[in-house]
């Protein structure tokens, strides 16, 4: 049973911009916030950014901050990442996550993740 869907990501040019979309199955699949994540070959996993469904709260982490934002559509139940000025230091498998954790999105415990998007950033 699919609950997160992810799509975009691809191929860009250091510089470049590219977006990334996470769509929720269903409430129930949600949480009460939802974050990105990225993994690069031979490197823990990183939090991104983290967004919260009913106040619309953000979190980024500095390594990010300033280039990606995080967005949401309560209606359509999706969360998306616009990625700006990417650098070849961005490549690495993203992944959506949800939580019902209200705080600490960065370590908190995240019950359902996506599919995992590849994003590759060209020098």
């Known amino acids: 049973q699919v609950r997160l869907i992810q799509s975009g990501g691809g191929l860009a040019q250091a510089g470049g911009s590219l977006r990334l979309s996470c769509a929720a199955s269903?409430?129930?699949?949600?949480?009460?916030?939802l974050a990105w994540f990225r993994q690069a070959p031979g490197k823990e996993r990183e939090f991104l950014a983290a967004?919260?469904?009913?106040?619309?709260?953000?979190y980024y982490a500095d390594t990010v901050k300033g280039r990606f934002a995080i967005s949401k559509d309560n209606a359509q139940n999706t969360v998306d990442l616009q990625m700006n000025s990417l650098e070849p230091e961005d490549t690495a498998v993203y992944y959506c996550?949800?939580?019902?954790?209200?705080?600490?999105?960065?370590?908190?415990?995240?019950?359902?993740w996506g599919q995992g998007t590849q994003v590759t950033v060209s020098s």
């Open positions: 996550a949800s939580t019902w954790s209200t705080t600490n999105y960065r370590d908190a415990t995240y019950t359902t």
């Open positions: 269903g409430r129930a699949f949600r949480g009460y916030a």
């Open positions: 967004i919260t469904w009913t106040t619309s709260s953000q």
